[in-house]
């Protein structure tokens, strides 16, 4: 069967940060299914093995990384086996975050520190990661990079105050790293999904506070990690070649920006 060019992944190589659970495990196993060769990168070693095991079981091709994004040196380790397995890298998801172990607490009670650990994977890690990988891009002469933030910046939700900042920053980030890496013809956009029932997602909350995040959706029913591949494989693929600095909303039509 001929496959439109497109939107064919087949032989792309993508990493997915946070690849091992909830979300970015969805995306590792579709970008696969699609034929992309898959690097799944996470902090939780055993998992994005696991992962890549199950893919590669499944007659894909994976490889399953323990990386810290917010680590230089581990981000750029995480470049170097990517290359070193399968010869380059067309894609970047930067998923990986510290979300759902965080507690939903008022902002006068976050620790410092707890602040500072999400600046530093929601926000250094994007940056750290992007800076591992455009080498190999630059090479390739193309690239795409795709940053998961969060529908919580259109909406200011609370309660998990340096989270959403960090969200907020990742769409300026993605802004403006979109017009430095232009001229390498690498596009740089940004995803923002609404409450989503990631297996982890689940694990961290009660349904009463996941009902009342869902609310207000023009497509009234919960969101699972599913509804957002579309989106990031469409941002990963040449489908979205003149598309670069945006953000797109993934919520089920709740925030319309
Ligand atoms: N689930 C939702 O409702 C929702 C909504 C909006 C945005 N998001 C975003 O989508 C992405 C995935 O969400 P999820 O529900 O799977 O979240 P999650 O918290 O379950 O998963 C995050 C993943 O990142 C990994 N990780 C954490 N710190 C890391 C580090 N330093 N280095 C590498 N990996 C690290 C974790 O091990 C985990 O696999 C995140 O960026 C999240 O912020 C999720």
Redesign the pocket.
Known sequence: MPTNPRFDLEGRVAII?????????VYAQEFARAGAKVVT????GA?AEEVAAGIVRNNGEALGLR?????EA?ANAMAKAAIDRFGGIDILVN???????LPRRSWMEIPVKEWDDVM???LR?LLLCSRAVVPAMKTRGRGKIVN?????VWDGTPNRLH?TTS?AGVIGFTRALARELGELNITVNAV??????????VATTSNNYAATRSGGRALGRD?Y?EDLVGTVMFLSSSGSDFITGQTINVDGGKAMH
């Open positions: 940060t946070g690849g091992g659970k909830g979300i970015g495990k990168a996470d902090i939780d998992a990386t810290d994004v917010s680590d581990s998923n990986a975050s510290l979300m759902s172990v530093a994977v929601n890690g998961i933030s969060s529908s919580r989270y969200k923002t999904p609404g409450m989503t029932l990631s297996e982890t997602q969101q990690p």
